[in-house]
């Protein structure tokens, strides 16, 4: 029989139970030595603004073309030759300026005779004046027949008639002879010269050269029928009395550099086009810099409504899931809170709020990716630059 001890159990099978017993606690001892309390949560670094009211004019974009108001084709009144140019091509040029000569010598000699003829005339009117004024007394005395009288009379007017033919004659070749010389109508730019010293021009056919006018400059564009429509219903109709302002136009040029010269739409065509469902309009603007050229497109810009205490927001504060909108708030304890909102139209960088944000409220407008809902939040106000 072996030795018992006073528990019942072999000495080596406690000695082994107590070795696991030491171990067990040396095991959950080193465990609790080795625990770390958990990570505190890292603030995520965002740049806000505040929101703030604000008036906001809407504006619509719509392409046009600059045309001038007045654009004239030069062309010549007579035939001739081509003898001379005054101008540089694309030169600025003044009202009653020199442009054209046209060979001068046959149109030249039209008027000597012409001339003549009217000296010949005057001649003949002077003896039929001379017969009338003799033959009067001697019709009162009835020394001359009534029929010689009567001649001398119709002699009298017929040579008159001849008189007035005459001086239409030297006046019509005078007046060809001042044509030989093209003066520009208008002050403003000339385009190239259209045809070469030597050529023939034929009067009323062969164009010469173009000439605008520079001080001012016309912009047409189209309006859809729904623009137009929206447009009256909340201004009033776009037809203004001329003792009124027009509607107020900016301009953008094709680079999209701001044209410095605000404008007025002082036209709106009579009828809409049935093809395109549009309207045609123009704008008038200033150029006295000669920046515009006819031909040249543009972006007319119209402020279509004028939204008072609106609130808005940077087109990239928001974020878009399939049809809806959501801007991240800085809420309670700087904690990201995503809102669902209701957007209207964007203008200049800028989206109107409808509904979901309120005066006051903090907006993230950088890093909204990591700046999920809930998430602690490291804020930097950059309303107004960051002056806040």
């Known amino acids: 029989m072996k030795k018992q001890h006073d528990n019942g159990l072999p000495s080596s099978s406690r000695q082994r139970r107590l070795w696991a017993a030491s171990m067990l606690s040396a095991a959950v001892a080193l465990a609790g030595c080795s625990s770390e309390p958990p990570p505190v949560q890292q603030a995520v670094p965002v740049q806000v603004i505040t929101v703030q009211a604000q008036n906001i004019a809407l504006v619509q974009d719509f392409t046009g073309q600059v045309a001038s108001p007045q654009e004239v084709e030069l062309r010549a009144r007579v035939s001739g030759t081509l003898q001379q140019k005054h101008f540089e091509d694309g030169a600025q040029v003044s009202k009653g300026q020199l442009l054209f000569t046209i060979d001068d010598r046959d149109l030249q000699a039209r008027l000597l005779d012409a001339r003549a003829s009217l000296s010949d005339a005057q001649s003949s009117h002077s003896r039929a004046q001379l017969d009338v004024n003799r033959y009067r007394p001697l019709l009162d005395t009835q020394a001359i027949p009534r029929q010689v009288?009567?001649?001398?009379?119709?002699?009298?007017?017929?040579?008159?008639?001849?008189?007035?033919?005459?001086?239409?004659?030297?006046?019509?070749?005078?007046?060809?002879?001042?044509?030989?010389?093209?003066?520009?109508?208008?002050?403003?730019?000339?385009?190239?010269?259209?045809?070469n010293i030597g050529d023939l021009i034929s009067a009323g056919s062969t164009l010469l050269a173009k000439v605008s006018t520079?001080?001012?400059?016309?912009?047409?564009?189209?309006?859809?029928?729904?623009?137009?429509?929206?447009?009256?219903?909340?201004?009033?109709?776009?037809?203004?009395?001329?003792?009124?302002?027009?509607?107020?136009?900016?301009?953008?040029?094709?680079?999209?550099?701001?044209?410095?010269?605000?404008?007025?739409?002082?036209?709106?065509?009579?009828?809409?086009?049935?093809?395109?469902?549009?309207?045609?309009?123009?704008?008038?603007?200033?150029?006295?810099?000669?920046?515009?050229?006819?031909?040249?497109?543009?972006?007319?810009?119209?402020?279509?409504?004028?939204r008072e205490a609106?609130?808005?927001?940077?087109?990239?504060?928001?974020?878009?899931?399939?049809?809806?909108?959501?801007?991240?708030?800085?809420?309670?304890?700087?904690?990201?809170?995503?809102?669902?909102?209701?957007?209207?139209?964007?203008?200049?960088?800028?989206w109107v709020i409808e509904d979901g944000v309120e005066p006051g409220d903090r907006v993230v407008v950088e890093g909204i990716q990591k700046a999920r809902n809930g998430a602690l939040l490291e804020v930097r106000d950059v309303t107004n630059g960051g002056q806040n």
Request: a negative charge; glycine letters at 8%; zero cysteines.
């Open 149 to 195: 009288y009567d001649n001398a009379v119709a002699t009298l007017r017929s040579a008159a008639s001849r008189v007035d033919n005459a001086k239409a004659a030297v006046e019509q070749a005078q007046l060809a002879v001042e044509y030989a010389s093209i003066l520009s109508p208008v002050s403003g730019r000339i385009g190239a010269a259209e045809a």
């Open 214 to 306: 520079v001080d001012a400059s016309w912009v047409y564009f189209n309006v859809s029928e729904p623009a137009l429509l929206a447009y009256e219903q909340a201004h009033g109709s776009i037809e203004r009395p001329s003792s009124e302002q027009g509607m107020a136009a900016r301009l953008l040029l094709s680079n999209g550099v701001a044209y410095p010269y605000a404008g007025e739409v002082t036209f709106s065509d009579r009828a809409l086009n049935a093809s395109t469902g549009t309207i045609r309009l123009r704008a008038d603007f200033p150029n006295p810099d000669g920046m515009l050229r006819p031909g040249m497109f543009a972006r007319v810009q119209l402020v279509t409504e004028q």
């Open 310 to 350: 609106a609130v808005a927001v940077p087109d990239k504060a928001i974020s878009q899931m399939l049809n809806s909108y959501f801007v991240t708030l800085v809420g309670e304890g700087d904690v990201a809170r995503q809102v669902q909102v209701e957007v209207g139209p964007r203008q200049d960088g800028l």
